[in-house]
């Protein structure tokens, strides 16, 4: 059976019995055989295509996580392209590309029993476990990081938390490292206050690493399938380590976020902030701002920065980072977006740009009518979803803003996922 083509997600298409068929690890032209469970699926490649190459992973046909393991990376983005132009009836896009695997420099496991303590993922769209010892996406320290620390866990009879009868204690366990690992974050998510062995445990892992820089418990008693309870506690270190990006200094901590690709981040905003062409006469706003990377480091190009931020936690973080590289132009704001910035538009503050990076679902209708009314005139928008950044595009066409920009940063390579950067202007 032929391959007809491939959508987005790295699917195969097929037709099938009149029906069109999607099926992971298939390149459009190549000849395979198919077997049908609950879904098709790959069984047999007959006739590869060029554009295929060896999967490294023997989890790839399984997980899910990635989509594109199985393709050359020069044929990944050139996919990636042709949704971008499509999606936003583009006739080119530049897409900068990063570094395909061992990228990661935050890894998250799933702790069950499995023959025994085991460590793994859930298979894409399921809570079907899938034991997992290594991620060709995840930084190779961190991975062997964890494999220790698996050890260790099995060592001291530590019991995986059982979802079935709730009992058990370990849940998760999530490593951050910085960008040449010299300082790494360990947290293990407990369902209970009391880790046994906690100073043995200590003990092993800093003494094999001395790149573990801080140890966390974090304690998470709901059943669902959020990670990180809203308790911690610091059992080694500060509770952070320290990162670089484009020479400044940033904390990092267990449950703030932060991107996850060093190389991509640099790329991205190096890129986002020369297509915004700043300069010291500037008031601008950096909304949705996480622990202030991009508004620190716009900061030093521009008059003043208003940043703003729902996580407190977060903001904490923020200003220890502004104080960590002598940033005194920059005042943090704690609450939603979009109520606030519609207080920065009753209050008639004088912004010249704003940078904003919501999350995946996008910005607000809200937040999109006070950009208009504090009549902002450039938006630079960083997007992680290009399906949300086009209803939000025609949100602002509504009211004026022209598309001036786009271009694209693979901050996910072997995955679905592209960052996007749009510069948009309010006509005159």
């Known amino acids: 059976m032929r391959c007809l083509d491939n959508d987005f997600k790295g699917n195969g298409i097929f037709k099938i019995d009149n029906k069109t068929i999607f099926v992971p690890g298939i390149l459009k032209g190549e000849e395979v055989e198919l077997i049908k469970n609950k879904h098709y699926e790959l069984k047999k490649v007959i006739n590869p295509s060029p554009d295929r190459v060896n999967v490294i992973c023997p989890s790839f046909y399984h997980c899910g996580g990635c989509q594109y393991l199985h393709i050359n990376y020069a044929k990944e983005i050139n996919l990636k392209k042709e949704y971008i132009k499509k999606l936003f009836n583009l006739s080119d896009i530049d897409i900068i590309p990063t570094t395909p695997e061992f990228y990661r420099n935050k890894i998250q496991y799933v702790v069950e029993f499995k023959g025994g303590l085991s460590f793994g993922l859930y298979r894409e769209g399921t809570h079907d476990f899938l034991k997992v010892n290594k991620c060709y996406l995840h930084n190779e320290v961190l991975d062997e990081i964890a494999n220790y620390l698996k050890e260790l866990l099995i060592k001291y009879k530590i019991k995986p938390y059982d979802k079935k009868t709730r009992?058990?204690?370990?849940?998760?366990?999530?490593?951050?490292?910085?960008?040449?690992?010299?300082?790494?974050?360990v947290t293990v998510v407990l369902n209970d206050y009391i880790l046994p062995k906690r100073k043995d445990i200590i003990k092993d892992l800093t003494n094999k690493y001395e790149n573990i820089k801080t140890i966390i418990e974090n304690y998470n008693f709901r059943d669902t399938s959020i990670i990180l309870g809203e308790e911690n506690k610091i059992i080694y270190g500060t509770g952070f380590i320290k990162d670089e990006i484009l020479n400044n200094k940033f904390l990092v901590g267990s449950d703030t976020f932060y991107q996850i690709n060093h190389e991509g981040v640099e790329k991205l905003y190096s890129k986002a902030l020369s297509t915004l062409k700043l300069n010291k006469n500037m008031n601008i706003i950096d909304a949705y701002s996480g622990v202030g990377t991009i508004g620190i480091i716009a900061s030093k190009s521009v008059k003043s920065v208003i940043s703003i931020e729902l996580n407190k936690n977060s903001i904490y973080i923020a200003k220890q980072n502004a104080k960590l590289n002598k940033v005194n132009n920059i005042n943090f704001i704690c609450g939603d977006a979009t109520s606030k910035l519609y207080e920065l538009a009753k209050n008639k503050i004088k912004v010249d740009a704003i940078i904003m990076d919501p999350p995946r679902q996008g910005s607000t209708k809200g937040f999109i009518k006070s950009i208009?009314?504090?009549?902002?005139?450039?938006?630079?928008?960083?997007?992680?979803?290009?399906?949300?950044?086009?209803?939000?595009?025609?949100?602002?066409?509504?009211?004026?803003?022209?598309?001036?920009?786009?271009?694209?940063?693979?901050?996910?390579?072997?995955?679905?996922?592209?960052?996007?950067?749009?510069?948009?202007?309010?006509k005159e």
């Open 167 to 185: 009992q058990g204690l370990i849940k998760y366990v999530l490593l951050k490292g910085n960008k040449d690992m010299s300082e790494v974050l």
């Open 372 to 426: 208009n009314e504090l009549k902002i005139k450039n938006v630079l928008y960083i997007s992680c979803e290009p399906e949300t950044l086009k209803r939000d595009l025609e949100e602002f066409n509504k009211y004026g803003y022209e598309l001036k920009h786009i271009s694209c940063v693979d901050m996910f390579p072997r995955t679905f996922n592209i960052e996007s950067i749009v510069l948009l202007t309010h």
